[in-house]
């Protein structure tokens, strides 16, 4: 049986910047038979994007593909949102509260960074000219090794947090390294 997770990330497939924290993360904190786990990027483009028909083709044919492949395979679907100042805009608080429940009612995994996804991995904000060029950088410099686990197992929002890593241990097929 096989696992597929299908990410869908707020940048573009141009950047692919949060795609590559993502995956840093999953490849560096866990362990996982590379024959039985497909890790699937899907790009939104813009976080307001999350919920348009567009990508919702686009979960249902990963998922679809998958599924022919075996009929033992099964896929899950975890959307990644950056916080933003949902602590002090109201208008981003409302963003994050309307996503993740778009996410329970598709029965979508919910994953956050505050404030975002930079400022988890580097600790710093990046401007958005630079997101992918820093990203580049983590990866070639293997900065992944210096980013704490206790930061991306949070259960509320909080500045340089994820609940990125509380959400991948719920699947048996990824066993965490540390």
């Not at 679809?64 to 075996?70: A, D, F, H, K």
């Not at 029965?107 to 505050?114: G, K, L, Q, R, S």
Request: charged letters at 40%.
């Amino acid at each position: 049986m096989g696992l597929q997770l299908i990410f869908v990330v707020e940048t573009n497939k141009k950047s692919k910047s949060d795609w590559i924290y993502v995956k840093d993360t999953v490849d560096y904190f866990y362990k996982y038979e590379r024959t039985e786990v497909k890790f699937s990027p899907i790009y939104m483009e813009g976080r307001g994007k999350y919920n348009s028909p567009k990508k919702q083709r686009e979960i249902e044919q990963k998922i679809s593909q998958y599924s022919v492949t075996s009929e033992n395979n099964y896929s899950k679907v975890i959307y990644c949102f950056d916080c933003d100042k949902q602590d002090s805009k109201e208008d981003d608080r409302k963003f994050l509260e309307k996503a993740k429940k778009y996410c329970k009612e598709h029965e979508y995994e919910f994953v956050w960074f505050c404030k975002d996804v930079e400022d988890v991995y580097l600790g710093k904000q990046v401007d958005r000219s630079e997101k992918t060029k820093e990203a580049v950088r983590f990866k070639k410099n293997n900065l992944i090794k210096k980013v704490d686990s206790k930061n991306l197992v949070a259960q509320t929002y909080k500045a340089k947090t994820s609940n990125i890593m509380k959400v991948l241990d719920r699947y048996e097929e990824l066993n965490r390294n540390v």
